[in-house]
């Protein structure tokens, strides 16, 4: 079946234009998680969802950063005032249920480059 | 940052040979998970290992954790060109969350 997928896979911004980062999770998966990779590093916690409802964003780096999952299903990870700081790739996973020993599933990453 | 740490940072081995991978992380765990990334791509989950587990098998893949030292090892044995690829380790606090915590990788590169 398909997988995480997500929107754009490569985004150029201008240094303060806002952008919206789109995910589509397995058909099913009720958990919803955001990471920011920077070059060379590990993934980083953001945010995540269950179903609909937002249960940590303690990862957002500063309120210029905004997720939403309104119906549960598809996400979007919106960064307003883009700086050259927020220059990473943004993965997106999800998950069936919310178990401890759930294995994530994660989306190619969508590069954001701001200039 | 709250990212655990992995040695070696880059690993170069030949095929046949096996890797061994290291990965220290900070806080008290419910499970440990290895992933592996290929360039330009998203994460594939390999083996999870929970807390009151010590070693793990799957496939050439073999996973000690050590909770008293809050570290981990992941072995892959007679290795392939086609296992070169950047390899994490994520932690699931023990708190409740359902985040990963990632450690820096390794870098692995397989030569034919």
């Known amino acids: 079946g398909a997988g995480v997928s997500q929107s754009p896979r490569y985004k150029v911004a201008k240094r303060g234009q806002d952008v919206a980062l789109r995910c589509d999770p397995i058909?099913?998966?009720?958990?919803l998680f955001w990471y920011q990779q920077a070059l060379g590093q590990g993934p980083e916690f953001l945010t995540y969802?269950?179903?609909?409802?937002?249960?940590?964003k303690s990862g957002l780096p500063s309120d210029r950063f905004f997720a939403e999952r309104p119906e549960g299903s598809v996400s979007t990870l919106k960064i307003q005032r883009t700086q050259q700081e927020d220059s990473a790739v943004y993965l997106c996973?999800?998950?069936?249920?919310?178990?401890?020993?759930?294995?994530?599933?994660f989306g190619p990453g969508t590069r954001l480059t701001v200039l | 940052s709250q990212q655990g740490e992995e040695d070696p940072q880059a690993l170069s081995i030949q095929e046949g040979e096996n890797a061994t991978m290291n990965c220290s992380y900070k806080t008290s765990i419910n499970n440990l998970q290895w992933y592996r990334q290929n360039s330009g791509r998203g994460l594939v989950h390999l083996i999870l290992i929970r807390s009151n587990e010590r070693e793990k098998h799957s496939g050439r893949l073999r996973v000690t954790l050590d909770t008293s030292k809050k570290s981990s090892s992941l072995l892959i044995t007679a290795s392939r060109a086609a296992d070169t690829a950047s390899y994490f380790c994520?932690?699931?606090?023990?708190?409740?969350?359902?985040?990963?915590?990632f450690g820096t990788g390794t870098r692995l590169q397989v030569f034919p």
């Open positions: 994520a932690t699931r606090p023990s708190y409740n969350t359902d985040k990963l915590i």
């Open positions: 058909s099913g998966h009720v958990s």
């Open positions: 969802f269950q179903n609909e409802a937002q249960l940590d």
């Open positions: 996973a999800s998950s069936p249920a919310r178990d401890h020993t759930d294995t994530q599933y």
